[in-house]
């Protein structure tokens, strides 16, 4: 097979069900400004994360960046560097200050037992990445928030639909922000939510992603554009139909992962906790060089010259980034620094075919067994 693998595709509708579901909306030519599709979105999608309040907006990333707005941030908020840029983005873009904290070697989220040292006067929030669909130690989270009057906003980019212990992962903080980018489990080509507890802060979240316009003549607040339109709200109200089917192709490919890969040694595979109903987001691996012979950059390469392209999420750390010009790299975070060198998210959709993961897995096996064998000559 000569065919590219890309780490991701997006999952899709048919042609001709996407094209019949706006049927109706090209006839009445309203086409955004929260209409009867968002609405519907809005609906469905608070039955299906179990949630008790939704807003949509054009993306995920401004998503984050007005649930913090919303919720009057100040000062520093703590949070990962082992993220997608846009977490860090949200807050900067917000005139605050990120402090980072390190993260868990296992789970790659933020590590509880590392924010306390971190608070200051100045800390309003903290914003945890539940990375990979992974949870974070919510219950530890929930506890320092209380003891020190924080503010929690999960990034949950990655956890659409996870659920811990039974609880839907979008109950948790104050509020939890989800995207619906083409690459990620559920799409609406670009989109995103925030789902909170305060019904309040809807009426806020709303205004701010509508120029802040109260009523026709009266505009009381600072806001910008961020609405989602009717083709994206289609296009999810479709998706989220086969949305079931989807994950479950989802967990077969990483289930073919885990049989290929499991227990060579130097390769760290993510191991979800019993207690967490998945997404099977991502499928990312941690390679040891002195163990597995070979390192995560000769993997990416290697992989790529069979045209089977990864990511290395997350790399750089976010902390790391040009942009930021030191500005904010002074944290002790040696964790992330290490994940971050050894991680490879491996090519990871619900239409990967099964020998392909098969293919995939043996050309990683091969690298290992070829160094071993070296050493053993
Ligand atoms: C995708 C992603 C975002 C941003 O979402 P967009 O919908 O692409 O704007 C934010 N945080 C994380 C962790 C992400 O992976």
């Keep these: 097979m000569s065919d590219e693998i890309y780490v991701t595709r997006s999952s899709m509708p048919t042609y001709e069900e996407y094209t019949k579901?706006?049927?109706p909306l090209w006839n009445s030519a309203i086409l955004t400004n929260m209409?009867?599709?968002?609405?519907?979105?809005?609906h469905e999608l608070i039955h299906y994360l179990g949630v008790d309040n939704i807003s949509l907006f054009c993306n995920g990333h401004m998503a984050l960046e007005?649930?913090?707005?919303a919720l009057g941030l100040t000062g520093e908020v703590i949070t990962t560097p082992?993220?997608?840029i846009s977490t860090t983005h949200a807050i900067v873009r917000n005139g605050l200050e990120p402090v980072f904290c390190d993260i868990n070697p296992t789970t790659?989220?933020?590590?509880?037992n590392k924010i306390e040292s971190l608070i200051t006067d100045k800390t309003s929030a903290i914003i945890p990445v539940h990375v990979y669909g992974n949870v974070c130690d919510v219950e530890a989270i929930d506890r320092i928030a209380k003891k020190y009057n924080l503010k929690v906003i999960y990034d949950a980019a990655h956890a659409f639909g996870v659920k811990i212990n039974g609880q839907p992962i979008g109950t948790l903080g104050d509020a939890s922000i989800f995207s619906f980018h083409a690459t990620k489990v559920f799409n609406t080509v670009e989109g995103g939510a925030v789902v909170f507890r305060d019904k309040e802060l809807g009426a806020k979240l709303y205004k701010l992603k509508n120029f802040g316009i109260e009523s026709t003549e009266v505009v009381d607040m600072i806001g910008t554009n961020a609405k989602m339109n009717e083709f994206q709200t289609i296009m999810g109200l479709c998706n989220l139909k086969h949305i079931k089917r989807e994950i479950l192709k989802r967990k077969n490919v990483i289930d073919k992962y885990k049989t290929n890969l499991d227990g060579i040694p130097g390769l760290q595979i993510l191991q979800m906790p019993k207690d967490i109903e998945s997404n099977y987001s991502y499928f990312p691996i941690v390679c040891n060089e002195n163990e597995f012979g070979a390192s995560r950059d000769d993997i990416y390469e290697k992989l790529a010259s069979y045209k089977i392209y990864c990511r290395k999420y997350f790399y750089p750390l976010t902390s790391d980034q040009e942009c930021f010009n030191h500005k904010f790299d002074n944290c002790s975070i040696e964790i992330a620094r290490k994940i971050s060198s050894q991680v490879l998210t491996l090519p990871l959709y619900a239409d990967l075919g099964l020998n392909d993961v098969d293919r995939i897995c043996n050309i990683i096996i091969k690298m290992h067994s070829t160094k071993n064998n070296k050493f053993a000559s």
């Design 35 to 42: 209409g009867t599709y968002h609405k519907k979105l809005e």
């Design 21 to 23: 579901a706006i049927k």
């Design 82 to 84: 082992f993220t997608f």
């Design 66 to 69: 007005l649930a913090i707005q």
């Design 108 to 112: 790659y989220t933020i590590d509880v």
